[in-house]
Structures are given as structure tokens and as C-alpha cells.
């Protein structure tokens, strides 16, 4: 439980950051409020009510409520109590890290984990069901392959403990210059 204090207005910037999640999340297939109501969320410092943070987003309450129920399904924002006030309170995970893992496994579960498993199907049924279209088979299982090779790859660097992946992150391209590209540079 966390003591209740009554919300200050946004700062500029922190309205400037609220505006661009929005657009953001609507880029990357969020709906708009969801998104903002995460960035407010990111920069409050306490936990808020869904009542102000329909007065401070200026959107409806019932907007409010689907949204907070869509964050928790995506595990990234929690209820909390305040002492001394009877309403439930949602805070969010701070940690940018933590909220790029949490993310990251939502969408690989959601979007990629279907593929992976309708293409084994579809390659499973070229195989039992033979036809001609080795070119499609050919193709599946490239597709099938590679993805398989990158969810490998993904669950490492989900895994890894925070200091390993910040300095997997200060890498960068240098692991293109240690492993070599296999490619020549046009010019």
C-alpha cells in the first residue's frame, strides 16, 4: 500500500511524451489511449485512479477502464492500493528493460508463436499431402527456419539478466565488425 497525494497537472514535457506514445502506439497497432495511459502512467510518480487519469487524458471513464483492463493483459500495469482511499490505483512497471522483455514476450506469444506453428502445419501438410509446389514447400521452411532461428535468438536475449543485456546493448554494430558482415560494401 502507498499513501495517496492528489496528482499535479503534466508537465509540458511530460505532456509532449504522453501525445507521441499515443501516436506511437497507434503506429505499432495500440489503440491511442492505451498507449497514453501507459506514458502517464510511466512518468507519474505515484499510482493514479482511473478517474483522474480520465480527467488528465481528457477521455472517457469507460475508455479508461477498457484500456487499464488491455494494459494488465499485457502485464505491464498493475493495481495497487493507496491507504486511505477506497479506489483501486494503477501503477506500471518503470523499468525500461523490464517493460521491453514483458512487451517483447506478449507480441512473440500474440503474433509470432501462431506463425510458427501454422507454418509447421502447412509444411507438415506439403509433406503428408505431396504435391508440385516444392517451390511453396521450399519457401515455408526457409520462412519456418529463420523464424525458428530468431525465437532461439530472442529467447536468449529475453533471459539474459539486465547487466548482460545492457552491454549486449552498447555492442551495437561492433558485433558486426567482430563477426564480419559476409557481405562487400557497394561502392
Known amino acids: 500500500m502507498t499513501e495517496h497525494t492528489q496528482s499535479p497537472p503534466l508537465s509540458p514535457a511530460a505532456q509532449k ?7 506511437m502506439g497507434t503506429r505499432w497497432g495500440i489503440n491511442r489511449t492505451v498507449a497514453q495511459i501507459h506514458a502517464l502512467l510511466f512518468v507519474s510518480p505515484h499510482p493514479l485512479p482511473a478517474d483522474e487519469i480520465a480527467v488528465i487524458l481528457a477521455v472517457a471513464r469507460s475508455n479508461v477502464s477498457t484500456s487499464l483492463r488491455e494494459l494488465q493483459g499485457w502485464r505491464i500495469v498493475r493495481v495497487v492500493h493507496v491507504l486511505g482511499d477506497r479506489r483501486d490505483h494503477f501503477d506500471c512497471t518503470k523499468d525500461v528493460f523490464e517493460i521491453f522483455r514483458i512487451v517483447s514476450e506478449e507480441r512473440k506469444r500474440r503474433e509470432i508463436d501462431p506463425t510458427l506453428k501454422l507454418l509447421a502445419e502447412c ?9 508440385k509446389d516444392t517451390y511453396t514447400l521450399a519457401r515455408l521452411e526457409s ?13 536468449e536475449v529475453v533471459r539474459m539478466p539486465d547487466a548482460a543485456l545492457k552491454g549486449v546493448v552498447k555492442l551495437r554494430g561492433k558485433v558486426i565488425t567482430l563477426l564480419g ?7
Open 143 to 155: 520462412m519456418l527456419d529463420f523464424l525458428s532461428a530468431m525465437t532461439g535468438l530472442f529467447e
Open 181 to 187: 558482415t559476409g557481405r562487400k560494401k557497394a561502392g
Open 17 to 23: 511524451f504522453v501525445l507521441h506514445w499515443g501516436e
Open 123 to 131: 509444411v507438415q501438410e506439403i509433406k503428408i499431402h505431396p504435391t
